[in-house]
């Protein structure tokens, strides 16, 4: 049977047998089986030998005796039984990994710190980053309705653009309550959050507040403190948080006394809720009025219509509702109940529910969608915190892959002497363990010991959650994740390594051995570089909207509130001994403040108006001073003068209402508005009054005769100090209006805050790119180090053979700048593509120059260089003798 | 248990590595003992009853070299020890002694 195969016993019994015995006894047992199976098929044939088999197979299924350990000869023995040691052994091993970790970290004093440091700040800044996003997530949640609490907006088409407004009619709530209202729980109308004087016997306060209907405390889960939470239902009555009710009444109880709202509502304490917290959309509403009281104290019952969207409407859709069928709903409920004013309709109003959870992240609206908002910058953040901790894994990793060359010879001593790979890969991974765990605790101490001035620059209140489960639990795995990801690499490699060769001394670490390493440094110069340019360019953008040509002067300009009718009343008295000082140059009144006009009007007819023209211009009254104050440039006619009386119906334009009217010759041309007729008597240069990235809305300003008033507007003469100045306007201020609190914003500050979230953004993203560069280098100078101490004998006989410093630093420096070189090169694309895009969003924008990335990419080639030059040159310069006379 | 007893069939592998002398292995013995008896024995009980001997003391074994018969699988091979030799000429004292006693039969 030479050609034919030899007869062999069934495959399944000899896995069922193999399965069966223990593993030190299928050898033996098998081999027997076998040489009786080839007697068997002499003596009997293959089918009696295959039915003897089985049956011999089968004795072994019974209970076989109890092995002693030390039956088993060692040299059969698989290496699985052998790692399973008594406890003591077991122990003994964990302290001698422990030891052994510890001694490698103190050993390597430069390494240990570059590698815990630069783990420790990754980790510090992503949970900074962390803390923040939960911050900004977490927004509203405080509301116990969060989830059925939305706001009704509307989308107005105006001009073939549609506009998503918040603000809506007071008649929108009713028409809702009369035809939907069996999905509501509650319809709440409130007025916008304004500084409203709140005076009880000789104390007097300017206070943030809201007039609200009696459902909205109830909505907004506020928590009682006293009194009750019904008290919106007297239209006399007032709700304070606590810290205003302790502002105002110190301990005594406020239930029951009286406040005076503006100087001319009398009402009284009926409830003090506890304050609402900082991340709440109403966390500025410190007190709540009633509803009924500012409808029947400005007898807005007759005067405002379905045209006035003056006010807010919120609601909480009934339990069992879904928000968007409901939000589908009420669409067409202005369109539907507009009975007189039809003229609105043109606009085609369209209603729909903007929900609490999206108010904060998601408020921006393009063409009546949603188009996120502030969630940018949580992905923003996001991503910045992924890639600093990629980052400082990447340090980490390489570092230890590094390192783990040195201790080859300690692996092999360990394989030697009996350590199989699992063993190995559990002490390395272990070992990165402990120093991530490290590297945790140092994290969180920078964490606490930074938070205050993170909180300072990013304009939070953030805490570190040290009671929240939560937190410790993503600590721990972010931990865990962190050491295994970091650990994985140096420990599978590591103990991959074959004893014999390692120990024989012939061991080589391999040409490739060093690629994923060079892929890593890569990698994180890409990062860097896009972090770098990043940076750059936010405050690029930053920069040309500050230096945006405003139109006005915003030197010493300030505006203050008339709250009052005193104020309105006593103004020229005011004025007067104002100007006497001579410490004010100009001064006159308007509705809006130069840097903020947002009040829109339409019904404007004009010879030539193009019909589809839907004519929302933004209109700003003032008096006859207001154009000296704010410092406009005339470009064609002249400014209001007291010298002409038509001039009460006169009307200035800037030069973006021109081009929108269409008119050629503006001067002199008639326009129908407010019930009149107005002539152009002039035209200003454009001003920048809203958003700074925006081009520049069609303006008109007209001398006000409609009481619509509401701003002093003062420009403080050049040549007086600032403070005496202000000092002095307090004085005749509260002089001429005794009971109106004297408050004050200067136009520059204003200015500012219209890009100050911009400005914290690229603040932080600076912060966190410099952190990043810094771990960056870090990483850098260990690896620069490692190669060098690694050649040292390379670098000696090459000193003894003639080469001299120059050449080594070249030899050594070559590979990084190289490395630099292609990151950038990968880096460039891909960052121009996301920053134009960023850039996309804002109308007034900067370029991206070429001369960003050049000069990044030669910043960070010489901070390569310097980083790795420390090590190339320390290393050049030892005297050859010192290398290599050991061996 | 008691260390001197031992019970039919490991006497009987007893006395077969006894004899085999240094050559003894599972397959052998089972082969052994079937020629010898007739008796057709499951292969585990040999190797049971020799591992038990083992652990009595009264056998050693060790591993020999591979070969090629057994796909390259290597054999253990029992010696009897010095205790095993004894208890076995125990053993043959008592039936000696026993067998003296029968009458004649014939």
Known sequence: MSSEQKPQPPRWVQRLLQYRLPTGLSEEVQGDLDELFDLWVDEFGIQKA???????????????????????PRDVLPSSLLTTPSPITQISMFRNYFKIAFRNLTRNKGYSFINIGGLAIGMAVAMLIGLWIYDEVSFDRYHKNY?????????????GRVQTWLGQAMQLGPAIESSYGNYFKHIVRTSWPGDHILKTGDKTLVKSGMYMEPGGPEMLSLVKIRGSMDGLKDPYSILLSETVAQAIFGDSDPIGRLIKI???????????????PVNST????????????????ENLKDKVGWGNSWFQTFVQVSDKVDMNQVSEKIKYVKRDNIKVDRDDLRFKPEMFLHPMSQWHLYSEFENGVSVGGKIRFIWLFGIIGAFVLILACINFMNLS??????????????????????????????????????????????????????????????????????????????CLF????????????????????????????????????KVLVVLQFTVSVFLIVGTLVV???????????????????????????????????????LMNTRMVSSMAQSESAITNAWVTNGGFQWKGKDPGLQDEIVTVGVTHHFGKTVDWKIKSGRDFSEAFSTDSSGFILNEAAVKYMGFKQPLGEVVKAFGGQYTVIGVVKDMVTQSIYDPVRPTIFYIDTFKRLSLIDIKISPQANTSQAIDKIKMLFLKHNPATPFDYRFADEEFAAKYKEEERIGKLASIFATLAIFISCLGLFGLASFVAEQRTKEIGIRKVLGATVISLWQLLSREFVWLVLIAFIIATPLTWYFLNSWLQDYQYRTNIPGWIFAATGLGLLLITLLTVSFQAVKAALINPVKSLRNE | MNRDYLGEFEELILLTVAFMDGAAYGAAIHQDIRQRTGRSVQLSAVHIALYRLEEKKLVTSEIGGATAQRGGRRKRFFTITHEGRHILSEIRQVREQLWQLIPKMI
């Open chain 1, 147 to 159: 989830d059925r609490i939305a706001q009704v907006v509307q989308n107005q088409t105006i001009d």
């Open chain 1, 282 to 297: 109403f966390a500025n509403i410190t007190f709540i009025a009633p509803w009924d009281l500012l409808i029947s104290s």
């Open chain 1, 50 to 72: 295959r039915w003897k088999y089985i049956g011999q197979v089968l004795g072994f299924l019974r209970p076989l005796p109890e092995r002693k350990q030390s039956y088993i």
């Open chain 1, 539 to 577: 405050f690029r953008q930053i920069q040309f909207v500050k230096d945006r040509p405003l139109g006005y002067d915003r030197n010493g300009l300030l505006t203050i509130p008339m709250k009052t009718q005193e104020s309105h009343d006593h103004y020229n008295a005011f004025q007067n001994d």
């Open chain 1, 401 to 478: 892959t590094a390192r783990s060359e040195k201790r080859a010879k300690e692996v092999g001593v360990r394989k030697v002497v009996g350590s199989e790979r699992g063993q190995l890969i559990s002490q390395f991974l272990g070992e990165s363990l402990l120093v991530a765990f490290f590297a945790l605790v140092i994290a969180i101490l920078l964490v606490v010991l930074t938070l205050p001035l993170f909180n300072e620059i990013a304009d939070k209140k953030i805490s570190i959650l040290w009671v929240s489960p939560w937190f410790w639990l993503s600590c721990i795995i972010f």
């Open chain 1, 262 to 276: 503006d100087n001319k509502m009398d009402v009284k304490v009926t409830g003090v809720y506890k304050d609402l």
């Open chain 1, 482 to 517: 962190t050491g295994l990801i970091a650990g994985s690499y140096p420990a599978l490699y590591l103990s991959s390594f074959h004893p014999v060769k390692v120990l024989k001394g012939t061991f080589r670490v391999g040409r490739f051995a060093a690629a994923p390493r």
